[in-house]
């Protein structure tokens, strides 16, 4: 993992931390991430495992169901029960250029 300041790759632990993070259900789970400095620019990164996204509470699966919908956006009118008017070809004549 390069640094994003630098793109140095030399780091050197200084400590760790406790990361809270959200699933589906509501329940929270506790991590400990890894700081790392790097020796170049000293800039201070955090080592996350690839189910959490930056700066989010929640993770990513959950992110990801939110985001994509279970069914589709565009629903039948059957599956909806609306029931629609009878309509004419005739009802459209004021849409005729004459």
Known sequence: MPCHR???GAFEVI?????????????IECY???RLRCLVCRKIHHELPNFMIP???YDARTI??????????VLPLLKLNI?????QESDFNYLSQD
């Open 6 to 8: 630098c793109s140095s």
């Open 55 to 57: 700066y989010k509470r």
């Open 15 to 27: 400590g760790s931390r406790e990361r809270k993070v959200r699933k589906n259900a509501g329940q």
């Open 32 to 34: 400990i991430t890894r």
């Open 64 to 73: 990801e169901e939110g985001i994509r919908p279970s069914e589709p956006l």
């Open 83 to 87: 029931e629609l008017p009878n309509i």
